[in-house]
DNA sequence: TGTGCTATTATGACCAGGTACTAAACATAT
DNA sequence: ATATGTTTAGTACCTGGTCATAATAGCACA
């Protein structure tokens, strides 16, 4: 290699880093940030494969347009796998990195909470169901990468009512659990749904 | 106005609506796919003051890379308000239509958990705080477009175990309470963080 | 000292997807 | 026939590139 062998490679390794957090800077920024020519910005993107600006924010675009879609439609947090309405019911959550501490890679407490919940709910056999109260136990932190399966059955229903047990196992052991009180709320909302609006 | 009013308003409200599921696409493509020239595709987003596609490339990749970056990054769900480490914490959310069953407007339960969950673990003063069990209690649905502000107190502290209430209120009026015991966890993780990585 | 090698910079032709402007064709009501 | 609104066409120019070619700078090595 030549002379220069750090400055050349060391400034591709930038290149690439700062890319990653600023994807929507034109060549012409960047030679001047790198304070080298457009060519040389134009060289060091063919040697490592990196499309041109439009492509990279049409790349963030599309990506990014599916994923707050995903997040935001999330009606149901994991997949539900199985259920039998009013009795029992299974879901099944991937923690991917979104879900954990960034720090310690573990998953966050409500993202159990929240499949428990989510399939609580689908369970109850009405229009609307609401969660009225809940007791939750985390029995060990679940991490990233882990697959989580939540088991949930009904155990009694009374009047409107529904008493609700949620089980999450990851590979057989106990991570979580939760009772749940769910409301079935039928057409016009009662009293618990007191709400001016 | 002229001979064809339905045609050309209609046309334009066609487009709109088009660009708003579909904003990747190019002028050419629009014509083609309207029947028109590209001329009127462009006269039309002129009177519209609909920006060209790169543009609207960019502004769906902007928006949707920093929703994603708040949704994924959110470590804490709501806005942290006041903290006093160890004794009590004040956070606010805004119900905003991704926190709400779509159907309903009411505000999905495992948000108001997070919150309140999220704001019990950053009162604990340790490097690593842990959810271990929760009590709680909906008191009514919470609408989009309301501002729940929770409020959490440390009741107790047993060597590790932090014992916290939280209670959220819209506009005075409690929504949701819960009870927590966080871990603290200094250093090395015991026992109860027992995991074989 | 010249030769070779790499890295960098410059230059020009060309492209997509536009903007901005001018002009012409078309339809139709008065 | 003329005025009016709609649509289409054409041109010059812009940004942010690609691709190919060539010139230049810096240094090693024999």
Redesign the interface.
């Known amino acids: 290699m030549g002379r220069l062998p750090t400055t050349k490679h060391d400034r591709q390794h930038r290149l690439q880093n700062y890319l990653e957090t600023h ?2 800077i034109t060549d012409e920024e960047l030679a001047r940030c790198f304070a080298v020519s457009v060519q040389t910005i134009r060289l060091d993107r063919l040697e490592l494969g990196i499309p041109e600006v ?1 492509e990279r ?2 790349q ?3 990506r ?2 599916a ?2 879609k995903s ?3 999330a ?1 149901l ?1 994991g997949e539900l796998v199985d259920l039998e309405l009013g009795v029992s019911g299974l879901s099944m959550l991937e923690v991917t990195p ?1 879900l954990t ?4 890679g ?1 998953a ?3 993202f159990l ?2 499949q428990a ?2 399939l609580a ?1 689908a369970l109850v056999d009405a229009e ?1 169901a ?9 029995k ?2 679940v ?1 990233q990468g882990e697959r989580v399966v939540a088991k949930a059955m009904v155990k009694t229903i009374k009047e409107n009512r529904y008493y609700i047990k949620v089980t999450s196992r990851v590979e057989g052991e106990i991570v979580f659990r939760a009772s749940f009180v769910v409301f079935a709320v039928n057409g016009k909302e009662d009293t ?4 001016r ?1």
């Open positions: 994807p929507f439009r924010v049409k963030v675009a599309e990014s347009f994923k707050v997040l935001a439609n009606d947090i979104e501490f960034q720090r310690t573990i966050r407490g409500h909470f929240a919940n989510t709910v609307i609401l969660t009225g109260t809940a007791k939750i136990s985390f060990r932190p991490r618990l749904v007191a709400d609006s």
